[in-house]
């Protein structure tokens, strides 16, 4: 798959902010100041929500890239479902403020993608994890260590866009999919690696270190 480049504006964004600035254009010379100036916020709004800035890639070698902008929910122990294994579960929750472009966390080969439908619930919440739409994808690194990464739908969100399929290469830090409106990333990592991260720190994709493979 080739690495998406970053225009600046999401690709998946050039439809809405497009939208938002002709119905904005026309309000400003046929309708109320007052309502223009409430569109062309909305067109802010949805400008800086799409922004795709590209990011620097560390180059430590054993390092599982942050795969989503945000904040840490989760640091803990837990069953990766999808490999049925014993892991060590890093969540990441986004606000409809952060970047919403998934960037995979490792070099590696996609072996498996896994598409859920679901319900629609506060991404910070638990049981998101196993009750809300989601896509995960089944990396192995170039060491040969597994890893899960999960994009998981909100109670905003209502789309999920992944474009790795199996057999595909990731590079690290490369552009994987979308999610629209708010969401969360699990990444499930061998119980040997060692989290980089705290709960409740603000994170960055691609340029924060999520943890270590051992």
Known sequence: MKNYPHPLIAREGWPFLAGAVIVALVLTWLAPWWLAALVWLIALFVLQFFRDPAREIPDQPNAVLCPADGRVIKVEPARDPYLNRDSLKISVFMNVFNVHSQR?????KVENVWYNQGSFLNAAIDKASE???????????????KVTCVQVAGLVARRILCYAKAGDTLS????????RFGSRVDVYLPVSARACVTIGQKVRATETVLAELQ
């Open 172 to 179: 690290r830090g490369q552009r994987y999919g979308f999610i």
């Open 104 to 108: 995979s966390p490792v070099d590696g």
């Open 131 to 145: 009750e809300n739409e989601r896509n995960a994808l089944h990396l192995t690194a170039a060491n040969g260590q």
